[in-house]
């Protein structure tokens, strides 16, 4: 690879990752202002609403940047972009097409963007303990627990990807996908999918943030781009969310005319499952934080570890 095809690489990533984290944003507007009759979404700047994301920035950027006298400066305001970033960095090793329509291809992807996920968790965790407020501390303790719960489940559901496959390479289980992984693999979607919402602390799964609670958990005490930085990690954390599932149970590319139109197909499968995750929102109510906590300890490990199980037997049969 030449220097020049990285640089441009880089660039298309960077592109990717500004954009479509705010077309889905735009999209959630849209589609909450649909299902529950919100008119301000719907009528912002005319023409049904085009300008809401505009005047959402513009709110932002003009309100005080507040950091908390007792607060410990650095950590707090370093927070939001250790949030953001790890999902900039996944993006490059995500496959969008075939023939080499990839940041970056990895031997061990899946293995990498599992782990770098993983770092983004510390940006809601440093932000609640350099808060000095004892409800940003809680969100922060509730997003720890969260998080070692939900890991587990979708690591599991990861893994049972890459035994079908043989590989751990992003672009290699997406060729070596075959139609009926698609109900073979559902349960292992399923928990991958739900652990992943429960991560980025979506609706029914946003305990962490409970605005009628703990007053927006760890996020209490930010104001300004830098609470909008925190927004803009949650869709991108649902593009990273919605690229991986598709890529891992839905075939990535594959599709009529792949060769041409994969990386269409990519995309389409990720904003059907970003419909799917704003769609959750407005219909599921919130969980309560011992029934968030069985949920993944009593329901989806035990899934997980059957999808692992069938997949073994499976690749027993047909080897």
Known sequence: ??????????????????????VIGQTEHKVMAHMQGRLGPMYAGGFHGWAQLVADGVKFAQKEDVVPADADRRVFQLAPAVALLPYLVVLIAIPIGPHGLVGQALDA??????????????????????????????????????????????????ASVAMAAGTLS???????????????QIVGGFVFFTAG??????????????????????????????????????YAGILVLCALTTVLFLGGWHGPFSDGLGWLWTLLKIFVLAFLVIWLRVTYPRLREDQLMRFAWTALIPLSLAQLALTGIVKVVIS
């Open 1 to 22: 690879m030449t220097l020049l095809e990285a640089l441009l690489r880089c660039i298309a990533v960077l592109v990717a990752f500004l954009v479509l984290p705010l």
């Open 109 to 158: 992807g899946l293995f990498f963007v599992l782990a770098v996920m993983g770092v983004g968790v510390l940006g809601s965790l440093m932000a609640g303990w350099a808060s000095a407020n004892k409800f940003s501390l809680l969100g922060g303790i509730r997003t720890a627990a969260q998080l070692m719960s939900y890991e587990l489940p979708m690591l599991l559901a990861a």
């Open 170 to 184: 992003l672009p290699g289980i997406v060729s070596a996908f075959h139609w009926w992984w698609v109900p073979w």
């Open 197 to 234: 919402l429960a991560e980025l602390q979506r609706p029914p799964f946003d305990m962490p943030v409970a605005d009628s609670e703990i007053i927006f958990g760890a996020y209490t005490e930010y104001t300004g781009l830098r609470f909008a930085l925190f927004l803009l990690s949650e």
